[in-house]
């Protein structure tokens, strides 16, 4: 820029012409990964969740604890301090710092989510992490108290995935630090693990005075990008009349429940409008090492109403067919 205002200084700025037609200001396009995170963004705040920026900098012994020191962790060679002397490596210590300001000022629930790069190498990867806990915003699904859970969180994943456009979500039960066992999930889509989410374990990150459980999740957008194509699309409403059936079936814990749904949702076809979780019961009289699961299934066609008969040999292949593969029956 110097050489150029010297070159015009010699030439004489009278003496260089204007332009015939003045320039018109063009719109940038935002690429694809800006607009998947301003799309999760936008969603999660439209979910009631608080959007937070922390520093990429931490301790590295806090974080070793539970992701371990890796021979690749990026430390600072002359870092002002040891609270800042490693690039993150994961979302979650921050936000969980964040939930801990947040509950010494009284907060009765947190629903905090970060979008920024983690740093396992060099230049980093676009991650999506959150925190959740507290009073929940809708009536309980169990009955008593609503208290965010372990349910809460893995709904509004799957909703968030549904808006982006994400397709063949499943969750699978995993030992994932710093999330409690028993209590964690891989996030897999299209059978390759794209995050996590669960509750956290307090033995490996600690938050003081903790009045209420607190759930985290990660999800790893570099994996997401290629997959995300937000649906436009609308369903015209259906002035046909539904029909509703609730099934009861009783079947050992060890099944997994998207096992379960999917079979459900495979023989019901496209009659099944809506099939929703309304209740799970352990133990008596449920034998040992099962559990009771309540299910309310919704049938519908767009053209024409369905007979009794129609939905009631749907329901009875149902049965048949969660009796066949997972030995299920049905709770008297």
């Given amino acids: 820029c110097v050489l150029i205002e010297d070159v015009a200084r010699m030439i004489g700025y009278d003496n260089i012409p204007a332009a015939d037609e003045p320039a018109h200001a063009t719109r940038g396009q935002a690429s694809k990964a800006d607009l998947l995170r301003t799309t999760i963004a936008r969603t999660l705040v439209g979910y009631g969740w608080y ?17 371990g020191k ?12 040891a609270e800042m002397s490693v690039l993150r490596r994961s979302l979650v210590t921050g936000l969980a710092a ?18 920024d790069r983690t740093f396992a190498a060099l230049p980093g990867t676009w991650t999506l992490g959150g925190i959740v806990g ?29 808006q982006l456009g994400v397709r063949n979500v ?8 710093p999330l409690k066992a028993g209590e964690a999930a891989e996030i897999q889509v299209g ?35 290629s997959r995300f194509a937000p649906p436009i699309t609308y369903t015209p409403v259906n002035k046909l009349p539904a029909s509703t059936r609730d099934l009861a079936i009783v079947v050992a814990t060890k099944e997994p429940y998207a096992d379960l749904e999917a079979t459900i949702r495979a023989t019901a076809g496209a009659l099944l409008e809506q099939l929703q979780l309304v209740d799970e019961y352990r133990g008596q009289p449920v034998p040992r090492e099962h559990r009771s699961l309540a299910f309310r299934l919704t049938f519908r066609d767009p053209s024409r109403t369905l007979t009794t008969d129609e939905v009631t040999g749907v329901v009875d292949r149902i049965v048949a067919e969660l009796k066949t593969r997972f030995a299920a029956t049905l709770r008297a």
């Fill in 51 to 67: 959007e937070t920026k922390n520093d990429p900098l931490e301790n590295e012994q806090r974080t070793s604890r539970w992701l």
């Fill in 70 to 81: 890796p021979a690749d962790a990026i430390t600072l060679a002359n870092a002002a301090t």
């Fill in 191 to 225: 059978g390759d693990v794209v995050g996590y989410l669960g509750e956290l374990d307090t033995t490996l990150i600690k938050i003081d005075r903790q009045p209420y459980k607190l759930f985290a999740f990660e999800l790893d957008l570099a994996k997401l990008e």
């Fill in 134 to 162: 507290g009073a929940a915003q809708r009536v309980a699904w169990r009955g008593g108290e609503a208290k965010i859970d372990f349910f809460s969180i893995k709904g509004e994943i799957e909703d968030l995935l549904e």
């Fill in 98 to 115: 964040s939930a801990q300001r947040n509950i010494f000022r009284g907060a009765t629930v947190v629903k905090l989510f970060e979008i």
């Fill in 170 to 177: 499943t969750f699978a039960p995993t030992l994932t630090v």
